[in-house]
C-alpha cells in the first residue's frame, strides 16, 4: 500500500489516480479531503485520511494502521510570500513534517520514501543552461531553503539508516487537480487561461519575454511512478519537460483557441521574475536507469489544461 501525503494538491491527486489505474491500494492523505470528490470518480482502493503532517503521532497511527510499503510526500506549503512572512510555520510544515514521515517509515521499516522537492533550490542563475541532479544548489528564499532542508534530511536518512530514500525535483508543473481556485499572478499558464476564458480579454503590462521549464502534470506522474517501480533508484532524480517555453507561446495558443480574446501583453519579464528569476530547465541523468522520457508536447499539454481548466469554470459559473 502507498501513502501519497498531499493527496489533494496538483501532483499528489494526479499521482493517487495512476496509483490507482495501475491497481495499487493507496493511502490519500491531506488537510482536508473530499471523498465525494469527482476527481476520483473511478478511483478504486483509495483511502481518504485527513490530517496534518507536523502531527506525529497522527502519522504514527495512520502509517501503523495501514500496511504502507511506500511513502510518497509531496505535502507542502508552496507559497513562496506565506512562507517569507511565517518562516516557523514553514519550517515546521515543509522540513518538519519531512522529518516526521522519514523518521517513522524508519521505525516502521517502510521500504521506500520519495520526496517530492523543487526546482527553486536552485535560485538565482546566470544562465539558462540545463540544470543536472548534480548541479549545486543556491537557495535564495524562505521556500526553497524549506525544501532543501527536506532533501539533506532525505540523504541522511538514506546514507545513516539505510533507508531507500530519493529525492524527485520538479519545476512549473501544470494540469488539472481537484479543486479549480483563482489563480495568482505567479502562476502564469493558469493565470492567462483564468482571465482569457473569464473576460475574453488578457491586458498585463508585461511578461511576454519570461520564460520557465513549464511540465505538464502526465509527465512528472509517469517519472513518479517509474522511481516507484525502480529497485535502488537514485538518490536524486529530476522530472521535467527538460525543455524551456516562454510566455509568448502561451499568449500564441490563447490568440488560436479563443480568436476573439483581446489580448495586449507587453514585452519584458516582470512581474514573473520578481517570483521566481530566470533559470534553465531541469535535465535527469537517469533517465534511463528508471526508464523515463517527458513526452507531452507542450501545445498538446495547454491544450489538454485548457479544456479542463474551461470546464471547471463553466460549472462554477464564473464564464460569461
Known amino acids: 500500500m502507498i501513502l501519497v501525503t498531499g493527496g489533494f494538491g496538483l501532483i499528489g491527486s494526479n499521482l493517487v489516480r495512476r496509483l490507482s489505474d495501475e491497481g ?3 493511502v490519500l492523505f491531506d488537510k482536508k479531503v473530499q471523498k465525494e470528490n469527482e476527481f476520483f470518480t473511478n478511483c478504486k482502493h483509495v483511502h481518504f485520511e485527513e490530517g496534518d503532517v507536523k502531527n506525529r503521532l497522527q502519522l504514527d497511527s495512520l502509517i501503523d494502521n495501514y500496511n504502507i510499503d511506500c511513502i510518497v510526500h509531496s505535502a507542502a ?15 515546521e510544515t515543509n522540513t518538519i513534517g519531512t522529518l516526521n514521515l522519514l523518521e ?16 527553486s533550490i536552485y535560485g538565482t542563475q546566470t544562465n539558462t543552461d540545463p540544470m543536472y541532479e548534480s548541479t ?11 525544501k532543501k532542508l527536506s532533501e539533506e534530511l532525505v540523504h541522511c536518512y538514506r546514507v545513516n539508516y539505510g533507508l531507500e530514500a530519493v529525492n524527485i525535483r520538479v519545476s512549473w ?15 502564469p499558464i ?10 475574453n480579454q488578457l491586458h498585463e503590462k508585461s511578461g511576454l519575454d519570461f520564460m ?17 517501480k525502480t529497485p535502488d533508484a537514485p538518490e536524486c532524480v529530476h522530472l521535467s519537460s527538460e525543455k524551456m517555453y516562454s510566455n509568448r507561446e502561451i499568449i500564441e495558443f490563447i490568440a488560436d483557441k479563443i480568436p476573439d480574446c483581446q489580448i495586449q501583453v507587453g514585452e519584458g519579464m516582470d512581474p514573473f521574475v520578481q517570483q521566481a528569476p ?3 530547465p531541469l535535465v535527469s541523468e537517469y533517465k534511463e536507469q528508471i526508464g523515463y522520457k517527458p513526452s507531452v508536447h507542450f501545445r498538446e499539454a495547454l491544450d489538454k489544461y485548457y479544456t479542463w481548466i474551461k470546464k471547471e469554470m463553466d460549472k462554477m459559473g464564473i464564464t460569461k
Not at 77 to 91: H, I, R, S, T
Request: aromatic share 14%; glycine share 6%; proline share 7%.
Open 173 to 187: 508543473v501544470f494540469g488539472p487537480l481537484p479543486e479549480l481556485r483563482q489563480p495568482h499572478w505567479n502562476a
Open 278 to 280: 530566470l533559470r534553465g
Open 24 to 26: 495499487h491500494e493507496v
Open 190 to 199: 493558469a493565470y492567462y487561461l483564468w482571465n482569457a476564458i473569464k473576460n
Open 77 to 91: 506549503n508552496l507559497n513562496g510570500e506565506y512562507c517569507k512572512n511565517n518562516p516557523v510555520d514553514a519550517v
Open 136 to 146: 549545486p544548489a543556491v537557495t535564495m528564499n524562505t521556500y526553497a531553503t524549506t
Open 104 to 119: 517513522l517509515a524508519r521505525i516502521h521499516k517502510v521500504p521506500k520514501f520519495i520526496y517530492i522537492g523543487s526546482g
Open 212 to 228: 520557465a521549464n513549464y511540465t505538464y502534470i502526465e509527465d512528472v506522474v509517469e517519472g513518479i511512478y517509474r522511481v516507484i
